[in-house]
């Protein structure tokens, strides 16, 4: 299979080929301590295999193989360990949803984009659920980290307002089904397809016009 053009050897579109409206993907951080970066992976691991509960400074520690007092001398606290696996998460769904919306020959990149996500967010709950859920301190993440992660909503709406909307449809979307909270027999892939052709039919009204405005 040709590779697109439009995309590095990871998927991922290079700076010259971006969307209008796509911003460029931010660098990640210098080359961290093995021991740093053996304690997200860690951390991830435990995270997602155990649950929120679990991820201890000790259960890392034992993860290890190391004595807890160990990892203080690479983070703070426990929450200085989350911030590094939010930092991982944010990475993981922007370079997932930007892949989205470059699919080669995607017809719908919005019902694209929202079925990546939800298809990413349901198999890694316990990761989704710290990144997105409860106070984000974004002012000690990496600059730009945020915007580029949240920016395929807004190449695909166009609108800043609609991006937001679509994301908060599909976040409480997937928090929802995560917790169980549909009624059985719930017709969800139908569900998201009615939000996906509501939001389109937004778009479009607001495209068609060129007003911004919804009548």
Partial sequence: MTADPRTRGDGLPTNEELLPGEVRRPDRPSARPRRVAETIAAARK???D???GALTMRRLADELGIRAPSLYKHFESKAAVELAVIEEALFDIGDVTHRAIHE???VDPLLDLLTTYRRYCLSHPNLYRLATIGHLPRESLPPGL???AGNPW???TGDP???QALWSFAHGMVVLELD???PQGSDLESTWRAGAAAFERLTAQR???GSGRVA
């Fill in 207 to 209: 495209r068609g016009d």
């Fill in 50 to 52: 155990e649950g929120p």
């Fill in 46 to 48: 435990v995270l997602e």
């Fill in 154 to 156: 807004f190449v695909v």
């Fill in 161 to 163: 307002h609609s991006a």
């Fill in 146 to 148: 945020e915007d580029w």
């Fill in 104 to 106: 080669p020959g995607a």
């Fill in 180 to 182: 169980d909270r549909y």
